[in-house]
């Protein structure tokens, strides 16, 4: 049987037009950082195709060891100087980013490295000497799911960083948090499905 973490893991849970106050615990990830509009900008893209290999790489492994999972979603954090680029401005431009897949906890550095020498040997993707395995940490996160255009968030992320959270005694703190369950290259914008996740802390 494999392991589907979109089914078993709660922080993974939400639903759409629904504010959700939840606790994400620690979880390992492969990383790769960027800076730079997604979709226009190659690097956003080249990171993507780091990730992958490593991440099919691992599952296999795993597998071996009679653990198989189902590789989980594309993730990223976004952020910028000016948070209002993510709300009423939407300047991609200005955005960092880290693109993340997370990785099961029996993932070990030993196989991770493992995997980088694999795919190296493999197909070598360009941004492969980028990636890495890290702990994220959030703890109390606010999330909701997110139909439609990536670019129609923006509405969504202003409901939640300026009513939602003050109102329930709460204050950012982490990194803005997106996790795509669709790949937007295979389905229409308007089915695209995006959990939008925004650490905080009590105030």
């Known amino acids: 049987m494999k392991t589907d973490f979109k089914k078993t893991l709660d922080s993974y849970a939400a639903r759409h037009n629904e504010f959700r106050i939840v606790d994400v615990p620690a979880q390992q990830y492969l990383m790769v950082d960027g800076h730079g509009a997604p979709g226009t900008d190659t690097e956003y893209s080249a990171a993507i195709a780091a990730l992958y290999p490593v991440a099919y790489t691992l599952k ?6 009679d653990k198989d999972y189902v590789v989980p979603p594309l993730e990223a954090l976004w952020w910028a100087e000016d948070m209002a680029s993510f709300t009423s401005q939407r300047n991609k431009s200005e955005w960092d980013w880290t693109a993340m897949i ?3 906890e029996w993932i070990s550095p030993e196989m991770f490295a493992d995997a ?16 890495r395995l890290e702990t994220v940490d959030e703890g ?14 923006a509405e969504v992320l202003a409901t939640m960083h300026n009513e939602f959270i003050p109102e329930h005694g709460l204050r950012m703190t982490g990194k803005h948090h997106e996790i795509y369950f669709n790949d937007f290259r295979k389905v229409e914008a ?4 995006t959990l939008l996740r925004q650490p905080v802390a009590r105030v």
């Open 116 to 131: 980088i020498v694999a795919v190296a040997a493999k197909s070598n993707p360009a941004n492969l000497s980028t990636v």
């Open 190 to 193: 308007s089915k695209l499905r």
């Open 102 to 104: 997370l990785a099961p």
């Open 140 to 153: 109390l996160c606010v999330q909701t799911l997110h139909l439609g255009p990536y670019d129609d968030e």
């Open 60 to 65: 296999f492994a795993s597998k071996a060891l």
